[in-house]
């Protein structure tokens, strides 16, 4: 059985310490996103990491802490301008309607976005059936119990 997700939720991303963060479902996204800056890749030891800031310090939950992930790809995203760009992305986890779910994340500069988080329809899919005229089901539902 699906999960009914409206056009917008709050979810927790605790590996990433995020906790009831904005996000959109965008249907029309292949990969689910999140607003970072500072994003390089480095080697230490010989081996190539990846370091990232979330969001940025207009951001209310901006914290300034430096993440880094040696468990990460690298691959093309087509932007909603057209324009393709390499993209970093990371495994992590997101904890939505009380369920802890594996995620995909591309790092992505989102500045000038209402919402630091996409969820894209590889994450979607066979879990959810999107309701647009409703928003914030899991926030709703956490904050119930």
């Known amino acids: 059985m699906k999960i009914t997700i409206g056009r917008s939720d709050k979810a927790d991303f605790p590996e990433l310490s995020l906790y009831e963060i904005d996000l959109k479902v965008?249907?029309?996204a292949y990969t689910s996103s999140i607003?970072?800056?500072?994003?390089?890749?480095?080697?230490?030891?010989?081996?190539s990491i990846i370091q990232f800031t979330?969001?940025?310090p207009e951001h209310p939950f901006y914290n300034n802490k430096e993440?880094?992930?040696?468990?990460y790809a690298s691959k093309i995203v087509k932007s909603s301008n057209g324009i393709s760009e390499k993209?970093?992305?990371?495994h992590t986890?997101?904890?939505i309607f009380n369920q802890t779910f594996p995620i995909y994340l591309t790092l992505s500069e989102r500045k000038d976005m209402k919402f630091p988080?996409?969820?894209?329809?590889?994450?979607?899919?066979?879990?959810f059936v999107i309701d647009t005229t409703m928003k914030n089901l899991s926030h709703k539902l956490k904050n119930t119990k």
């Open 67 to 71: 993440f880094t992930s040696k468990n």
């Open 54 to 56: 979330l969001l940025d």
């Open 26 to 28: 965008d249907s029309g």
């Open 117 to 127: 988080i996409l969820l894209g329809r590889k994450f979607l899919n066979k879990k």
């Open 93 to 95: 986890e997101i904890f």
């Open 35 to 47: 607003h970072c800056s500072n994003i390089s890749e480095i080697t230490v030891d010989g081996a």
């Open 87 to 90: 993209r970093f992305m990371i």
